[in-house]
């Protein structure tokens, strides 16, 4: 008999890059960061706990200029990778950042109404929480099969890296662990959309 054949079909994509220049940036970041929570101290509501979420126009604040530059060319090189049409184009529909002290987490949520999110870690203290993904197929739950525990998952976690930007289909659902640091994880969050291209 020939060897058993396997193919995997339906995989799921998450993407992460290593931003360049990102100590420098950072550091600005931090202090425009701090500077609109100042600003703004109530932010908005939504999954985070505890946590200081901005308003969603990060993206058309001048001083958010260096990081709105990286986002789009990563999103760029990830149109490259899997092929995304000439005739569209990305836009970032949203941007915002979150400030998560002390027991501060997100819960468990998709991004409606956009192909693409992704996140880029400004400060990352450590203990400060991973992020998780969970598999959008409730089915695969039922019934796992009988191999040792971590071959197969339902859930994959990365630790989070200041300077490191990751980005995954908005519809994949995904949760923030809860900081244990004593200092506050902070980072930008965005929505990315494609419309046809002006000719
Ligand atoms: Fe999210």
Request: hydrophobic share 35%; aromatic share 10%.
């Amino acid at each position: 008999m020939g060897d058993i054949k396997r193919e995997s079909w339906f995989p799921t994509h998450i993407w992460s890059r290593d931003i360049d220049g990102s100590e420098q940036l950072n550091s600005q970041l931090l202090s425009a960061i701090r500077g609109w929570q100042e600003e703004d101290p109530k932010g908005v509501a939504v999954s985070n706990s505890l946590g200081w979420h901005s308003q969603y126009n990060l993206h058309r604040r001048g001083e958010f200029r260096g990081i709105i530059d990286a986002i789009n060319d990563t999103v760029a090189a990830l149109g490259r990778d899997i092929g995304v049409v000439e005739t569209v184009e990305p836009i970032i529909y949203t941007s915002w950042a979150n400030v998560s002290p002390k027991h501060a987490a997100n819960r468990m949520h998709v991004h409606p109404d956009v192909y693409l999110s992704g996140v880029y870690y400004v400060q990352v203290p450590k203990g400060c929480g991973k992020i998780c993904f969970r598999d959008p197929r409730p089915q695969v739950e039922g019934l796992i099969f009988p191999v040792p525990r971590g071959a197969m998952w339902s859930e994959v976690t990365y630790e989070p890296k200041a300077g490191r930007m990751f980005l995954f289909p908005a519809w994949l659902p995904h949760e923030v662990l809860p900081n244990m640091s004593n200092l506050d994880r902070i980072s930008i969050a965005f929505n990315i959309t494609y419309r046809s291209r002006k000719s």
